[in-house]
């Protein structure tokens, strides 16, 4: 039954997406087990196969090492309509295709019997053999008790190494040159990682100038004879990498490690200007412009691809959440976290024991606070280590905030940009200069010493450049991208294998940040609370399309922030303890934490009783709550909004949460799709106390017709079993 009715859904959606699909047995979103990734090796050894059952790379071996397939099973698509180079290198100033294999007639579409006439590019370098093994864990992951049930580190699957060498004729400075080529493919989810290493077993330094580690020839997704208009929108493939920064979703922070560009082998495409962009290049925009020397190896970032196997907009937001959950699970890490504005030492003992009182786990000195974890006064340490020890006490953890980038420290430290060009955030000193330097020893010194066990990094590199030829840490622009991101990622990957967690207002999360922004604006935070509570649902409803909801923070500011006085401001907590009641439900019922900033959590035995009875609640139903979110109705003051946590895997398979923004109660029925909760037949809903326990069976579109009735400017809740 669960396979029919599976397969009716996909038939269902797939009409409504207006595209034909094949049905698989089960829906990966629902059942990942089926989804084994293997690699295989043909009969005669010339083809082999990594496969999932959701995606598969199909590789020619000779006469040289190529991809010559990249299929979505589930629809029974192909991704790519030809043949490229498994990667490209620039080298002492000469680009050098690695495998691949060319003499493809039509780059439209790759027949079969193509694939054996193609030949080596003599340029390229050649196959020599291949290493089949698991994941490794691309960065250590310190597991402490913060909440991660359910995860596995590193993650399960197949790892491939195709290894090269220099072609025959290769000049000397290349002629030494060992690349292999890395592959991972992981079970139940559709998304492979890929990278490259470069050894040099020569005996001069050599320059990697630029790279490209993924080139896809991918199928175009609109195609337009005329000027581009339509034609503008890429393939449907998601694309992450480690080198991302610059924004807080991956579309923006990405923006300099990959692009959609025309391919200009391919004649025969629809558009007349042949601009389409359908060539896929994953490589940094600038540089690397690093020396390889002799008896050294080289490793590139890592890309992960996934292609999607839908276009509706929320099946493809919870496959990239999914695969978030397999390649960096330390996300799932989300503590309940208070942010003190005052760092004496009362202020401190006392935030502490109000964390603990309650269920907080988390306290940050925050900004404004007066901590300077930069100040090297033998004071500041142990002040830290008196806090950090008393939190211990109380089973809460403490740490602070640190701002890196958007200011200025003068002194020669600053990024020197080229002419025309501003930092992103006005100011920013260079991560690479003698001050970036001492910054970063700084930190870590600080954190192997204090006890501190969360950081909070603003301002975090975005990707400036740098032209200074005087900087230690790089020689010139060419390599300032790369030094400076390497400098900051290997301070977060250090961070990850120590246990500290990472607040990072930007999308760092695979080189080790645990959470970003959900995505608001600041000064949203001095509207009036009646206004704010709107702003904190449209807020999360937007931001965990492409964000699990612990992947992000909100904000609740209990004293007054940026302005709006008395009205946009909760303190005295108690005269206004209905609406500090309904900011803990708008996040913990959507399973999002919020940064609740200000001197204390609760101010008198009432306000205590409720914000541990909130918590409460929240620890009762946190699996089911940090859990992906299918969005229901946008808050829009209007009427009811809601949505639904969806997890197939625990018995509390869904938790529906509903919101009455009016000033009277509202009574209707809500029409709610339980599909992706895993339920086929009957859904038990328990609601709070005073709510009947209804089971309501569903409907051939897995949608129930749920009856509810909900007070004035609250929430009501239903689990569903």
Not at 222 to 231: A, N, P, Q
Not at 562 to 587: F, K, V, W
Not at 620 to 628: K, V
């Amino acid at each position: 039954m669960r396979c029919f009715q599976t397969a009716l859904f996909l038939l269902i959606f797939c009409g409504l997406a207006s595209k034909t699909c094949a049905v698989s047995p089960t829906d990966w979103l629902i059942d990942p087990s089926p989804y084994k990734a293997t690699a295989s090796l043909s009969p005669d050894s010339r083809t082999l196969t990594l496969s999932n059952g959701l995606i598969r790379r199909t590789f020619r071996l000779t006469p040289n090492a190529a991809t010559v397939g990249l299929d979505i099973l589930t629809t029974d698509q192909s991704v790519i309509r030809g043949v490229k180079p498994e990667a490209i290198l620039g080298i002492n100033g000469k680009l050098h295709p690695i495998g691949g294999l060319v003499g493809q007639p039509n780059l439209a579409f790759l027949r079969p019997e193509w694939i054996d006439q193609l030949k080596t590019d003599p340029a390229s370098f050649r196959f020599t053999g291949h290493t089949i093994g698991k994941p490794a864990a691309c960065l250590a992951w310190k597991q402490v008790r913060r909440h991660a049930p359910g995860v596995q580190w590193p993650p399960a699957g197949v790892a491939l190494r195709l290894d090269f060498a220099a072609p025959p004729d290769a000049p000397v400075d290349i002629a030494k040159l060992k690349v292999s080529i890395h592959y991972e493919l992981y079970d139940g989810v559709p998304c492979y990682s890929k990278w490259f290493t470069i050894t040099n077993a020569g005996e001069k330094t050599v320059r990697l100038d630029r790279f490209s580690s993924e080139v896809l020839a991918a199928v175009e997704r609109v195609s337009e004879v005329d000027e581009l208009t339509e034609g503008l929108t890429p393939p449907n493939l998601h694309i992450e990498t480690d080198m991302a920064f610059g924004g807080m979703l991956a579309s923006g922070a990405n923006r300099r490690s990959f692009r959609w560009l025309p391919d200009p082998g391919f004649q025969s495409q629809v558009n007349y200007e042949r601009k389409t962009p359908c060539l896929l290049d994953i490589g940094p925009d600038l540089g690397p412009a690093q020396n390889i020397p002799p008896g050294e190896t080289f490793e590139s970032f890592r890309a992960w691809v996934i292609p999607q196997d839908s276009t509706d907009r929320e099946r493809c937001g919870l496959a990239v959440r999914r695969v978030y959950r397999v390649i960096c699970p330390w996300v799932t890490e989300s503590p309940l976290m208070m942010h003190l504005v005052d760092s004496g030492e009362r202020a401190v003992m006392n935030a502490i024991d109000q964390c603990s009182a309650v269920g907080f786990e988390m306290l940050i000195l925050s900004f404004g606070s007066g901590f300077d974890m930069e100040n090297t006064s033998p004071a500041t340490l142990a002040r830290a280590k008196k806090f950090s020890a008393y939190a211990k006490s109380k089973g809460v953890e403490i740490g602070s905030y640190s701002l890196l980038a958007s200011r200025q420290v003068g002194g020669g430290n600053d990024v020197v940009m080229p002419p025309g060009q501003k930092p992103a955030f006005g100011n920013s000193p260079c991560l690479q200069s003698k001050w970036g330097k001492d910054y970063f020893k700084r930190l870590y010194q600080f954190h192997r010493e204090s006890g501190f066990t969360l950081l909070e990094h603003d301002g975090s590199y975005p990707g400036d450049v740098c032209a200074s030829e005087t900087h230690p840490g790089h020689k010139g622009l060419e390599d300032s991208r790369w030094n400076q991101w390497r400098e900051i990622s290997d301070f977060y990957k250090w961070c990850r294998a120590e246990g500290i967690f990472l607040n990072v207002p930007d999308h760092y999360f695979l080189s080790g940040s645990n959470k970003t922004g959900m995505g608001y604006r600041e000064v949203n935070w001095s509207l009036p609370r009646e206004q704010q509570v709107i702003h904190t649902r449209q807020n999360i409803f937007d931001g965990t399309w492409q964000k699990t909801p612990g992947m992000g923070w909100m904000f609740v500011p209990l004293t007054e922030y940026q302005g709006g006085g008395a009205a946009a401001t909760i303190e005295p907590l108690d005269q206004h303890l209905d609406h500090y009641s309904r900011m803990l439900d708008c996040n913990l019922a959507l399973g999002v934490q919020a940064c609740y900033r200000g001197p204390r959590l609760f101010d008198t035995e009432r306000t205590r009783n409720m914000v541990q009875s909130k918590v409460n609640w929240f620890k009762a139903h946190r699996d089911i709550l940090e859990s992906d979110l299918i969005h229901g109705r946008r808050a829009d003051a209007r009427d009811l909004d809601w949505m639904l946590h969806v997890n197939p895997a625990l018995k509390e398979k869904g938790l529906l949460a509903i919101f009455n923004p009016l000033n009277q109660p509202v009574s209707k029925t809500l029409a709610v799709n339980l599909y992706y909760t895993g339920l086929t037949e009957n859904a038990r809903l328990t609601g709070p106390e005073g709510v009947p326990t209804r089971t309501l069976k569903l409907k051939r579109d897995y949608t129930i017709d749920l009856p509810v009735t909900v007070p004035a400017q609250s929430m009501t809740w239903y689990v569903i079993e």
